[in-house]
T-cell receptor
């Protein structure tokens, strides 16, 4: 089955700096890669996702890149702000249309701290 | 934050007792999921359901059971067979399985002593 590795487990940056979180996956047929943000004491929420037919996707200060050959994808946050402090989870899944199991496999999370 | 609810927020049980966690959604979603969240372990899938009266085991189903008798409800029972039940449990739902956003509930923190 699919396995997702996420690094680093903790990341501390100064406000205004960029933050990068990286994930690797094992199943080359995986084709959907969402990122979830979980603020302290709150539920996880989707912040951005990418499908395997796209190499990069941006939404304001957040971007995700996908390298299918290397089987890794990354979350980039620019101009970080204290409210970006949270735990970020990457995930991967294989579409049921391609014989997948429909479920998401999550990485173990990265705790991002943005220092004012 | 409305749409998917879990109750109670905190639950305490004695070892050896079964306990049922509630999950309800009014989003008209077909798919529902149960995850367990432990520090440093991410979100691990316990069970999921694509449609009413159907459910599949996730990666850590041992010691848990579920039912899906109604589209809106997906209760999780933590049985006495679960060796380490103390954890934070998250329920989620989505329009369908696969490439769809999952909406999470607020979670239930279960403590078994």
């Amino acid at each position: 089955g699919e396995n997702v590795e996420q690094h680093p487990s903790t990341l501390s940056v100064q406000e205004g700096d960029s933050a990068v979180i990286k994930c690797t996956y094992s199943d080359s047929a995986s084709n959907y890669f969402p990122w979830y943000k979980q603020e302290l004491g709150k539920r996880p929420q989707l912040i951005i996702d990418i499908r395997s037919n796209v190499g990069e996707k941006k939404d304001q200060r957040i971007a995700v890149t996908l390298n299918k050959t290397a089987k890794h994808f990354s979350l980039h946050i620019t101009e970080t702000q204290p409210e970006d402090s949270a735990v970020y989870f990457c995930a991967a899944s294989l579409s049921p249309r391609q014989g997948g199991s429909e479920k998401l496999v999550f990485g173990k999370g990265t705790k991002l701290t943005v220092n004012p | 934050d409305g749409g998917i609810t879990q109750s109670p927020k905190y639950l305490f049980r004695k070892e050896g007792q079964n306990v049922t966690l509630s999950c309800e959604q009014n989003l008209n979603h077909d798919a529902m999921y149960w995850y367990r969240q432990d520090p440093g372990q991410g979100l691990r899938l316990i069970y999921y359901s694509q449609i009413v009266n159907d459910f599949q085991k996730g990666d850590i189903a041992e010691g848990y059971s579920v039912s899906r008798e109604k589209k809106e409800s997906f209760p999780l029972t933590v049985t006495s067979a679960q060796k380490n039940p103390t954890a934070f449990y998250l329920c989620a739902s989505s329009i369908g399985v696969g490439e769809h956003e999952q909406y999470f509930g607020p979670g239930t923190r279960l403590t078994v002593t």
